[in-house]
Nanobody
Framework: QVQLVESGGGLVQAGGSLRLSCAAS????????MGWYRQAPGKQRELVAA???????NYADSVKGRFTISGDNAKNTVYLQMNSLKPEDTAVYYC??????????????WGQGTQVTVSS
């Protein structure tokens, strides 16, 4: 099992910054990738950014140049630095972990979510 706890959400004005943190515990030795997703009311949950165990990163086009995902292996924590926030970024942000049980068998875990609200 993997447990994920997000923190850092809040209310900010457009153009502001926020840093989200996701602390992982449990069977973290088998995690090969982690990412941040977000879901706004009435919309599908979408990938915001992801990072692999090898350090490769990937971002949604809507956040490229504004958001940065990073990890601290010693602290078993993944961060999402969000700059130049827009009202469109308002959503519940979820941390995700990809645990590899076998080569073609993966289990995905989700955190509780943290609310990010960007005002105009």
């Amino acid at each position: 099992q993997v447990q994920l706890v997000e923190s850092g959400g809040g209310l900010v004005q457009a153009g502001g910054s926020l840093r989200l943190s996701c602390a992982a515990s449990g069977s973290i030795f088998s995690i090969n990738a982690m990412g941040w997703y977000r879901q706004a009311p009435g919309k599908q949950r979408e990938l915001v950014a992801a990072i692999t165990s090898g350090g490769s990163t990937n971002y949604a086009d809507s956040v490229k140049g504004r958001f940065t995902i990073s990890g601290d292996n010693a602290k078993n924590t993944v961060y999402l630095q969000m700059n130049s926030l827009k009202p469109e970024d308002t959503a519940v942000y979820y941390c995700n972990a990809d645990r590899e049980v076998a080569t073609t068998s993966h289990i995905y875990y989700w955190g509780q979510g943290t609310q990010v609200t960007v005002s105009s």
